[in-house]
């Protein structure tokens, strides 16, 4: 059974940083590349980030360039997303997501995490 676990979240300060976790379990995850997600409150659920099976293709949505980092740790199969400079407009519950092809993780990805939420104040 596949299962991606996120956690990492929490309240943070404008400005701030966090970084997410997402442990993964039941795949092969050296043959998956990985992607981070968020949705806001009444808003559809948006990229942000992915990364592909050997780390070294990295895609990122223009409002997280500059300020989030997306790496993955194979020994632990855990993929991270760093976030700094944090924003209002950050806050959301932020989803990991599996799938063997770095160009479908980041649309229709096969494997979802439940989300962690992150909350940003001013």
């Known amino acids: 059974q596949v299962q991606l676990v996120e956690s990492g979240g929490g309240l943070v300060q404008t400005g701030g940083s966090l970084r997410l976790s997402c442990a993964t379990s039941?795949?092969?995850?050296?043959?998956?590349?990985m992607g981070w997600f968020r949705q806001a409150p009444g808003k559809e659920r948006e990229f942000v980030a992915a990364?592909?099976?050997?780390?070294?293709?990295?895609d990122y949505e223009d409002f997280a360039k500059g300020r989030f980092t997306i790496s993955r740790d194979g020994a632990k199969n855990t993929v991270y997303l760093q976030m700094t400079s944090l924003k209002s407009e950050d806050a959301g519950v932020y989803y990991c997501?599996?799938?063997?092809?770095?160009?479908?993780?980041?649309?229709?990805?096969?494997?979802w995490g439940q989300g962690t939420q992150v909350t940003v104040s001013s």
């Open positions: 997501a599996a799938d063997p092809l770095l160009t479908v993780v980041v649309h229709t990805p096969e494997y």
């Open positions: 039941g795949l092969a995850f050296s043959r998956y590349a």
């Open positions: 990364i592909g099976r050997s780390g070294t293709t990295i």
